[in-house]
């Protein structure tokens, strides 16, 4: 038996009912670094940390004393201590029997360092992004569910990074990542000591702020997080601009578990982006009122797209000089079947973030070209149509392809269609973007960019893309007459059009007096309920289609 203790590399090791050592193998003396005559007739404290050596002592002294042992036949981790004095954790499995002499306690040790630190790395994989070294969502999770079972307060901010796809898409994820990281280094010198950053997706970051409740303080942490973005980021060669959205709530008044927390953070966040970046917003149990109200449009909206609720209606748009049509805009309309007519304003933000996006956009380009196919053959071959497009039809990455295959096979000339795209799409100025209206107006169909000069589209963005007309906003059209800055706008766009070689349409004209002001400005062409609403296709050829005689192609001077 002795042949076979000294030669298996499991450490042995008994001892009596006093705590003395009476035997260990050479595996236990080479794991504790002791020689055979260093330990017998030692206590085991010799091998105990001196923290724990009253709990070994006392159990030691309860089973040597005729009591039964809890721990015989089981296996439990504890530390022990080196001869070098380095403390290490062991697997111990401990039996207890009757030997000539009284009580003996045995014991089978492993040591099981290489399992922790394995167990450690397992555990910090779970619990940390591997990228930036912050806690992720499973840890942001955690941290909630403790401080909010114990009955305290958190806040939790959650935000993610405007701009960043365009980094991965044009600089390469190597740089994105980069960018990553140095936004987890700059992100605790913005924030207070005991606030924890966490990444916890691609792009998406949180904070959580312990022990607040208070919307003030949660509100100044996100302007922090703002202020982080105020200063670009050297990447390399490369400096970066970004911008963020964020959203706030606070534990547990906007939700009593992590998950519920994080969720109405969620819906602010959702609310500062629609709110425009950058921004913050704190939720508000309206918010959650008003997302249940879009969930039911979305499954609204997947029944009108298969029951065929969904129309377009044709605003004309006019030659201001002799009257006569010069186009129209098609224009979505939804035949809600309880709640009537209903206008885009009321649906068209949850359409462009539904997955059906990229179907009605489709459908939409195919009607308007349909009707225009169907107007062209009583007679108006140079009738245009504009139609406005959806992001999703853009990021599909096939636009030009789609167009042209819709023109071909409505038999309709490049000419004959206008695409209309909104400022969201014009400063997203990449050549990712770019390629397929430059495809398109090479082709000779137009370009138009809608409700020029309300937002944040630049001089020098309008020379970049490859426009054929520009939209001027009905809101500087209805103050023409009595702001003059909004005149000096509508002055400064068409002479700027003009210049340019492109369109200009006046959205909006709504009076005879706004109509002369235009026409003695230079504006040629125009829209608005001056000459008639959006209609039905049937009145729309009732009314400007089927009097050919006023209708007309391109207008004369309108560049």
């Not at 950053?197 to 949660?218: H, N, S, T, W, Y």
């Not at 007679?379 to 096939?398: C, E, V, W, Y």
């Amino acid at each position: 038996m002795a042949g076979f203790a000294d030669t298996t590399e499991l450490a042995l090791m008994m001892i009596d009912a006093r705590g003395i050592i009476t035997y260990v193998n050479k595996a236990g003396q080479r794991l504790l670094g002791y020689e055979r005559h260093e330990m017998i007739g030692h206590t085991l404290d010799l091998i105990i940390p001196e923290r724990l050596r009253g709990a070994h002592s006392a159990g030691v002294a309860r089973v040597g004393g005729g009591q039964p042992s809890k721990l015989s036949g089981k296996t439990v981790e504890v530390a022990a201590l080196r001869r070098d004095g380095t403390e290490f954790p062991i697997e111990l499995s401990l039996s207890v029997w009757q030997g000539p002499d009284g009580v003996v306690m045995g014991g089978i040790i492993r040591d099981i360092s290489e399992r922790r630190q394995r167990d450690t790395r397992l555990h910090r994989l779970a619990h940390h992004d591997p990228l930036t070294g912050l806690p992720n969502r499973a840890q942001v999770n955690e941290r909630l569910g403790a401080i909010l079972a114990a009955g305290g307060q958190a806040a939790i901010l959650l935000f993610d990074l405007d701009g960043f796809k365009k980094v991965n898409d044009n600089l390469g994820h190597a740089t994105g990542d980069t960018l990553l990281q140095a936004l987890a280094v700059r992100l605790p010198a913005v924030l207070d000591a005991d606030a924890i950053p966490a990444r916890i997706g691609g792009d998406e970051f949180a904070v959580i702020l312990p022990d607040v409740g208070d919307p003030m303080k949660a509100s100044a942490a996100a302007r922090s997080i703002l202020d982080a973005f105020r200063q670009s980021f050297t990447i390399g060669d490369h400096v970066l601009k970004l911008g963020a959205c964020v959203g706030v709530a606070l534990g547990p008044a906007h939700g009593a578990d992590p998950e519920e927390l994080i969720a109405s953070a969620d819906l602010a966040l959702s609310h500062a982006r629609r709110d425009g970046s950058p921004g913050f917003r704190l939720y508000e149990p309206a918010m959650r009122s008003a997302m249940a109200a879009r969930r039911l449009m979305k499954d609204e909206l997947l029944q009108a797209v298969g029951a065929g609720e969904l129309v377009l209606h044709y605003q004309p748009q006019i030659d201001l000089e002799s009257g006569a049509v010069f186009g129209a805009e098609a224009l979505l309309r939804w035949n809600h079947p309880t709640r009537g007519l209903l206008l885009p304003a009321t649906f068209l933000s949850v359409l462009e973030s539904h997955s059906l996006a990229l179907q009605v956009g489709g459908w939409i380009l195919d009607e308007a070209c349909r009707q225009a196919a169907e107007w062209r053959s009583t007679g108006l071959p140079d009738m245009r149509i504009a139609a406005n497009l959806f992001s999703a039809q853009i990021n599909a990455g096939n636009l030009a392809q789609v167009v042209t295959e819709t023109l071909d096979r409505h038999g309709l000339p490049p000419e004959a269609l206008e695409v209309e795209v909104t400022e969201t799409v014009v400063l997203e100025n990449d050549d990712r973007v770019l390629a397929p209206f430059r495809e398109l107006r090479d082709r000779q169909v137009g370009v138009a960019f809608d409700d020029f000069g309300t937002g944040h589209a630049s001089l020098s963005t309008l020379k970049r893309f490859p426009l054929t007309t520009l939209k001027i906003d009905r809101s500087f059209v209805r103050d023409l007459l009595t702001d003059r800055s909004a005149g000096a706008i509508v002055q400064a766009l068409l002479g700027m059009g003009r210049s340019m070689g492109l369109d200009v349409i006046a959205e909006g004209i709504e009076t005879e007096k706004q109509q002369a002001a235009l026409l003695a400005m230079g504006c040629r062409i125009g829209q608005g309920y001056l000459y008639a609403r959006a209609l039905p296709s049937e009145e729309f050829t009732r009314r400007f289609v089927e009097t050919k005689g006023k209708a007309r192609g391109k207008a004369a001077g309108s560049r």
